[in-house]
């Protein structure tokens, strides 16, 4: 199992909420098939992938403006 530097992701994303949706919004894109933006070997689960990504800033997110 691959280790990651909790402070890095959560700088990333801003709060821990955040960083748990992400992650769980982008390992379910890449059960459902999406092309992986980093390299891991095939039997890497789609979580850590998802971690990895972030990680390495090839995923973010956008919010919506409040009305």
């Given at each position: 199992?691959?280790?990651?530097?909790?402070?890095?992701l959560?700088?990333?994303?801003?709060?821990?909420?955040?960083?748990?949706?992400l992650t769980?919004?982008?390992?379910i894109e890449l059960g459902?098939?999406?092309?992986?933006l980093v390299t891991a070997s095939?039997?890497?689960k789609s979580i850590n992938v998802a971690l990895q990504e972030?990680?390495?800033g090839k995923v973010s997110y956008k919010t919506k403006e409040k009305k």
């Open positions: 199992m691959q280790e990651f530097d909790i402070e890095n959560l700088n990333k994303t801003g709060s821990a909420y955040k960083l748990v949706v769980s919004m982008r390992a459902d098939g999406a092309a992986r095939p039997e890497t972030i990680a390495e």
